[in-house]
Structures are given as structure tokens and as C-alpha cells.
């Protein structure tokens, strides 16, 4: 597989953690139409700056450290509009909101190595259900299972994976 260009990359970083950044940007701001102005300043912040990413580091904290900086500029700009947040406010609710999306991020990564470590049977079950969004009567009619068997395999699944999550965690200094 070829190696992406700058361009590539950024657009997939972008792309994969727009989401985010978004919701990042409304836990500052709380109003629709100034966090979508706010995210365009900050999508456009990020391509000016991609030059200066480090890619040995995660792309999502780079990214919210440049929304906050373009939160706190648009509430600098938008001073004589009665002002929701002050500065100060913004900085504890971004760092708590950093915070959050690093712990995610981490649960994420415990998730995706846990999948790995499924039986094949169980990792299909999930695939089947999550990832394909199959209902338990298709699961069940796909396997020739009730769909009470489905439900309590999925059941055990979940409690295995949520065991090797907080396990990860915990062993990582994550939790």
C-alpha cells in the first residue's frame, strides 16, 4: 500500500475525529450555529498548521488544543454580544472536556485489542450485531438459534470484553 501524501493524511485525521472536534468545540460554546463557525475557523487552523503536527503524537489533543484556542478567539471577537462563558470558564471546561476524550481514546484502543483477543465465534457476534447492525431474530434465524441464546451469548461477550477493558486500563494506568 502506498504511503499517503501530507494531504491524504490530514484529510483522514480530519475526517475520522471531525466528530469529535465538533463536540468538543459545543461543550465549550453550547450553541449550534457558533460552534459550526468556530469548527470551520478551527478545520482551516488545522490545515495551516498540519506542517507543524507531530505524527508521532495523537492527532485528537493537537486538534482540541487549536479548537480552544479558536473558541476563546471567537469569544474575544463576540465581546459586545452578551458573553455565555468567560475565558477563564472556557480553560476548566476544555481541559476536563481534553480529559474525557483522552480517556475515550484509551477505551477505544482497550476495546480494539480486546476485540482481537475474541474466540472467532464470539468476535462474529459482535461484528454481526454491532457492526452490521443485525437484529437478534437475524442472528438467530442466520445461526439456527433462539433469539434468547443470542442474547445471553451477547450478554457473556460484553461482560468478557468489559473485564478486558477495565483490565487494559488498569494495567496501563488508564483507569
Known amino acids: 500500500m502506498a504511503e499517503l501524501s501530507p494531504t491524504e493524511q490530514f484529510i483522514q485525521l480530519l475526517t475520522e475525529n471531525q466528530n469529535r472536534i465538533y463536540g468538543y468545540i459545543f461543550s465549550l460554546l453550547g450553541e449550534r450555529s457558533q460552534t ?8 482551516l ?3 495551516r498548521k498540519f506542517a507543524d503536527y507531530d505524527s508521532r503524537r495523537p492527532f485528537l489533543p493537537w486538534a482540541f488544543s487549536i479548537a480552544r484556542f479558536q473558541v476563546l478567539a471567537n469569544l474575544r471577537d463576540r465581546k459586545r454580544d452578551r458573553i455565555l462563558l468567560d475565558p477563564e470558564l472556557v480553560e476548566t471546561i476544555s ?41 437478534l431474530d437475524e442472528m438467530a434465524e442466520n445461526s439456527n438459534s433462539s433469539a434468547g441464546a443470542i442474547k445471553v451469548a451477547l450478554l457473556r461477550v460484553r461482560r468478557q470484553l468489559a473485564q478486558c477493558i477495565q483490565h487494559r486500563m488498569a494495567s496501563e494506568g488508564g483507569a
Not at 459550526?36 to 478545520?43: C, G, I, P, S
Not at 480529559?99 to 480494539?112: D, G, K, M, N, V
Open 45 to 47: 487552523v488545522l490545515w
Open 36 to 43: 459550526a463557525d468556530v469548527l470551520q475557523e478551527t478545520n
Open 95 to 135: 481541559s476536563e472536556a481534553e480529559s474525557i476524550a483522552t480517556q475515550f481514546e484509551s477505551i477505544r484502543e482497550a476495546l480494539h485489542r480486546c476485540l482481537q483477543r475474541l474466540s472467532d465465534s464470539n468476535r462474529e457476534l459482535i461484528e454481526r450485531r454491532y457492526f452490521e447492525a443485525l437484529s
